[in-house]
Nanobody
Framework: QVQLTEFGGGLVQAGGSLRLSCVASGRTLSNYGMGWFRQATGKVREFVAAITTSGEITYYADSVKGRFTISRDNAKNTVSLQMDSLKPEDMAVYYC???????????????????WGQGTQVTVSS
């Protein structure tokens, strides 16, 4: 079993940037497809970005495409989410997630992921 811990959330002004990190323990991350999701208050958890085990292929929600970048460093057991040009609507709790079967074609689905972090709050002020 892999344990995931997110870091890097905080308060930022609209237009600013934040970098989230997800550190894994218990297992090597290189065997897992990874994803980032977010959940705003009163809303369902939604897909943000995903990356294959090798890091060669990435996927993004339309709402963050061109502004967010997912990456991974398997040697450091870390997955990151660089968030630029943040908007108030990006405010949410951000979760990283690991999929034992790789991200596959269902990379946007919550049920595709087996392990989740506890989340980190991102607040964007207008």
């Amino acid at each position: 079993q892999v344990q995931l811990t997110e870091f890097g959330g905080g308060l930022v002004q609209a237009g600013g940037s934040l970098r989230l990190s997800c550190v894994a323990s218990g297992r090597t991350l290189s065997n897992y497809g990874m994803g980032w999701f977010r959940q705003a208050t009163g809303k369902v958890r939604e897909f943000v970005a995903a990356i294959t085990t090798s890091g060669e292929i990435t996927y993004y929600a339309d709402s963050v495409k061109g502004r967010f970048t997912i990456s991974r460093d398997n040697a450091k057991n870390t997955v990151s989410l660089q968030m630029d040009s943040l908007k108030p609507e990006d405010m949410a709790v951000y979760y990283c997630a690991a999929s034992e079967g790789g991200v596959g074609i269902y990379y946007t689905r919550i049920t595709n992921y087996d392990f989740w972090g506890q989340g980190t709050q991102v607040t964007v002020s207008s």
